[in-house]
T-cell receptor
Framework: NAGVTQTPKFQVLKTGQSMTLQCAQD?????MYWYRQDPGMGLRLIYY???????DKGEVPNGYNVSRLNKREFSLRLESAAPSQTSVYFCASSEEPQGQYFGPGTRLTVT | RKEVEQDPGPFNVPEGATVAFNCTYSNSASQSFFWYRQDCRKEPKLLMS???SGNEDGRFTAQLNRASQYISLLIRDSKLSDSATYLC?????????????FGSGTQLTVLP
């Protein structure tokens, strides 16, 4: 039982490049989330998916898209990376009313 | 006013000490409350949920005060391994009930 897994662990992009962050969970949770964490800002929700086939915007969705591929997988795409998207990205999953369980994170640098 | 506010610390305490953190939240309709811990350069990990009647898990006690809109975490007999950042987490009704708002965290260092 791996919990929540994320790939890649680290990534460096040039401005304008695109990439997809992958997330998978094996806990059979319905809800999945993408957050970014910046120093002094706390975790901020980018997008979430309450169930397979649905996605909704969070607090900071601009510049991102998501796909809930199936119940296990939830990907985050940056179409045209910007330096402001340099951050640590965490995926999480949950089953209400429990708390959320996080993956190990992806450290992204955009130059 | 921030939606979830915590004292950033740092709190430096000797091993064996008792330490308490408070967290205030802005939305009186919030229903779900949690404490997470986050080690340096790691993901947040769920420490405990916070229930209306208060709850305890070993050396950790969490309490909720709805009237004053704050939650607290008490750590007794601190261990070196308790050194981490503690995040207060609250759901914010108005959006999805699944949307949680995270505080910026309180940093704890337990000293030998």
């Amino acid at each position: 039982n791996a919990g929540v897994t994320q790939t890649p662990k680290f990534q460096v992009l040039k401005t304008g490049q695109s990439m997809t962050l992958q997330c998978a969970q094996d806990m059979n949770h319905n809800s999945m989330y993408w957050y970014r964490q910046d120093p002094g800002m706390g975790l901020r929700l980018i997008y979430y998916s309450a169930s397979e086939g649905t996605t909704d915007k969070g607090e900071v969705p601009n510049g991102y898209n998501v796909s809930r591929l199936n119940k296990r997988e939830f990907s985050l795409r940056l179409e045209s990376a910007a330096p402001s998207q340099t951050s640590v990205y965490f995926c999480a999953s949950s089953e209400e009313p429990q708390g959320q369980y996080f993956g190990p994170g992806t450290r992204l640098t955009v130059t | 006013r921030k939606e979830v506010e915590q004292d950033p610390g740092p709190f430096n305490v000797p091993e064996g000490a008792t330490v308490a953190f408070n967290c205030t939240y802005s939305n009186s309709a919030s229903q779900s409350f949690f404490w997470y811990r986050q080690d340096c350069r790691k993901e947040p990990k769920l420490l405990m949920s916070v229930y209306s009647s208060g709850n305890e898990d070993g050396r950790f006690t969490a309490q909720l005060n709805r009237a004053s809109q704050y939650i607290s975490l008490l750590i007794r007999d601190s261990k070196l391994s308790d050194s981490a950042t503690y995040l207060c987490v609250v759901n914010m009704p108005g959006g999805s009930a699944r949307q949680l708002t995270f505080g910026s965290g309180t940093q704890l260092t337990v000293l030998p």
